[in-house]
């Protein structure tokens, strides 16, 4: 793969849904990309993120 058709995949898949997120969420200002199960890319607030995270690893104890 060169770098223009990486370039369109990280447009794609990363920058417009970064773009879409602030657009619904203009207050928001740490984001996070995250992987899910099913290979899609989705973008959180990181703060909720790094929230959830704690918590499962306080569950996981």
Same mark, same amino acid.
């Given at each position: 793969? +060169? #770098?223009?058709?990486?370039?369109? *995949? /990280? @447009? $794609?898949?990363?920058?417009?849904? /970064? *773009? ?8 928001? &200002? $740490?984001?996070? #990309?995250?992987?899910?199960?099913? +290979? &899609? /890319? @989705?973008? &959180?607030?990181?703060? &909720? *993120?790094?929230? *959830? ?9």
């Amino acid at each position: 793969m +060169g #770098a223009r058709p990486l370039r369109r *995949t /990280i @447009q $794609d898949h990363i920058e417009d849904a /970064i *773009t879409d997120y602030y657009l619904e969420n203009p207050s928001e &200002k $740490d984001l996070k #990309a995250v992987m899910t199960s099913n +290979g &899609k /890319i @989705q973008i &959180k607030s990181a703060k &909720k *993120t790094e929230k *959830t995270e704690e918590i499962a690893s306080e569950i996981e104890e």
